[in-house]
């Protein structure tokens, strides 16, 4: 999307190249959008940290049905539709649309980790192995897979 060119090469300008780049605009920005959630999500997953900015950007606004909610609203829409600013790139009804599929995607993926961390893992992992006397067989098995999981996370880390 980011390498497409304005017109196809031979082609005669039709005078929408401008309108067309800015759709694609506006699409890679919600990929973009996406991936940024996704990468959070990631690193939540593995250290159950998440950053201030990324918790901001993840966040959803609640649909309130209160008649001073509805007002709020109606007066935002309408200061919306008044403001004439070039900058602000108006997101077509698909990208919207692709915007909330994507998310639904990633909370997909998110729910399978059921709120636990890797790291969390590895600590209870660790804890069980020192608990366990030197001659316990499953000594060693747990303390391989306390290494493999450390070495997992600073790898992915990185």
């Known amino acids: 999307m980011l390498t497409q060119k304005l017109s196809a090469a031979g082609e005669e300008a039709d005078g929408q190249e401008f309108a067309r780049t800015l759709e694609t605009q506006s699409e890679a920005e919600t990929y973009l959008q996406a991936y940024t959630a996704l990468l959070a999500d990631r690193r939540e997953v593995l ?18 049905h209160t008649k001073a909610a509805m007002k709020a609203a109606a007066a935002a829409i309408d200061l919306r539709a008044t403001k004439l600013d070039t900058d602000d790139m108006e997101r077509l009804p698909e990208h919207d649309i692709l915007h909330k599929e994507l998310g639904n995607e990633r909370k997909a993926l998110l729910r ?28 060693n098995a747990t303390k391989q897979c306390v290494q493999t999981l450390r070495q997992l996370i600073s790898g992915q880390g990185q």
């Open 112 to 139: 399978q980790f059921q709120g636990r961390a890797l790291k969390s893992v590895l600590i209870d992992l660790n804890a069980m192995a020192n608990r366990m006397g030197d001659k316990d067989p499953e000594k």
């Open 47 to 64: 250290v159950a940290e998440r950053t201030l900015l990324a918790a901001h950007d993840a966040r959803e606004k609640k649909i309130r």
